[in-house]
């Protein structure tokens, strides 16, 4: 038996929705299948505006137009995240400005934001990690009180609740993908939440390449002409027909992979209580979406005894990511290892276990019990 890291879930209207989405000869964006994939998702999570684009990183990056980044601004982000994030404001000239994490989720220390605060801050840009909710409220807090705009990475936290709302929800704005490796996808995909009433009309100009082809869509005007900066942000009608299958099943897709979340605390409570090794901890507040599993082991030795018996079983965990701030690029911004150590220490013996769909359906058993061999060959 293979366990793969990733794989992608099959609903069963796939294919039968594609072939509408074609069919139809509308396929660019905006149209019948985005239609309805943007009434879902308010309609499931109470999202205020949403716009469907190419990625998550083209959302992250179509927010840093809407904010308004521009050079020399400093945006305050974890140091643990991936590429994108930071992309999205240093391609319009902005300083990233990197914050420690915090070991129980990995998320941005919340804690030592304001520390980091100077005039020239504009943007507090947190990612929720493996699907749970950073603290989101105390962000809005700080950044209240000093008139910063705050973009959420939600990335990873389709279906995620904070306080009893939807992650995404709370912030200024906030970047979601649908790429392969989420727990939805449009094979690649994302979508924009803008959440500030003042923004959507520019929102919309901007997705359409600094247009106002929506007021034409709409009937309010009957030709269309540059109004404003903007890009191409659109998500094919095409693949937004997969999107719409995979998120009319997200309850029964969530109550599958909620069984991995639960093997895996299984599992791995007991090496966490005799000090071994660390879990994510999900905060009271939050619920999870169920996205993903990763485990901090005490030494980088053993992470990699670990992931290598799993090899051997045809099982793939992998290594999370590598910190941003002492990355090639990072270290252009003056940045040196030692500026964070808890990040730089917990991203090296960081594992992600194998966590997708079926896996909740076909193999989970199988995963475990060689996990189990391995902890024990490791550790007793
Ligand atoms: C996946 C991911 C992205 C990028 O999303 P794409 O759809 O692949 O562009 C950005 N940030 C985080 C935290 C991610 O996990």
Wanted: charged share 25%; aromatic share 12%; proline share 3%.
């Amino acid at each position: 038996m293979i366990i793969p890291f990733n794989k992608v879930y099959n609903t069963g209207k796939e294919e039968e929705y594609l072939l509408e989405a074609y069919r139809s000869g509308r396929h660019c964006g905006n149209h019948t299948f985005c239609q309805k994939v943007i009434s879902l998702m308010k309609k499931k999570h109470g999202f205020n505006e949403v716009f469907l684009v190419p990625s998550g990183t083209a959302a992250l990056e179509m927010g840093a137009v809407l904010a308004g980044i521009q050079p020399g601004d400093e945006v305050i982000l974890p140091s643990y995240t991936f590429s994108s994030t930071v992309n999205a404001v240093i391609l319009f000239g902005a300083i990233p400005v990197f914050c420690e994490i915090e070991k129980e989720t990995m998320n941005i220390d919340a804690s030592k934001i304001e520390a980091l605060i100077t005039p020239k801050t504009k943007m507090i840009l947190p990612i929720d990690y493996a699907g749970v909710s950073c603290d989101i409220d105390t962000i809005m807090e700080i950044a209240g009180s000093h008139n910063l705009i705050v973009m959420q990475d939600c990335a990873q936290s389709y279906g995620s609740y904070y306080k009893g709302k939807a992650c995404g929800t709370q912030a200024h704005l906030a970047a979601f993908s649908f790429h392969e490796t989420k727990n939805f996808s449009a094979g690649e995909g994302g979508a924009l939440v803008v959440n500030k009433k003042e923004w959507i009309q520019r929102a919309h100009f901007t997705q359409e390449k600094g247009t106002d082809r929506s007021l034409v869509l709409k009937g309010v005007k009957s030709k269309y002409s540059w109004v404003d900066k903007g890009s191409s942000y659109l998500l094919s009608d095409i693949l937004a027909s997969v999107l719409y299958a995979q998120l009319s099943e997200e309850d029964k897709m969530k109550a599958i992979r909620s069984r991995i979340t639960n093997a895996y605390f299984d599992l791995f409570s007991d090496y966490q209580k005799a000090g071994k090794l660390s879990i994510f901890k999900i905060p009271d507040e939050v619920e999870i979406n169920h996205h993903a599993f990763w485990v901090i082991f005490d030494s980088i030795e053993n992470a990699e005894l670990f992931m290598a018996g799993l090899r051997e079983k045809n099982i793939y965990a992998y290594i999370g990511y590598m910190p941003l701030h002492s990355a090639p690029k990072g270290l252009e911004y003056g940045y040196k290892k030692e500026d964070l150590p808890l990040t730089e220490d917990l991203g090296n013996k960081i594992v992600r276990l194998p966590f997708y769909t079926e896996l909740g359906e076909n193999g989970l058993e199988y995963c475990v019990e060689e996990m189990r061999k391995q902890l024990k060959r490791i550790y007793e």
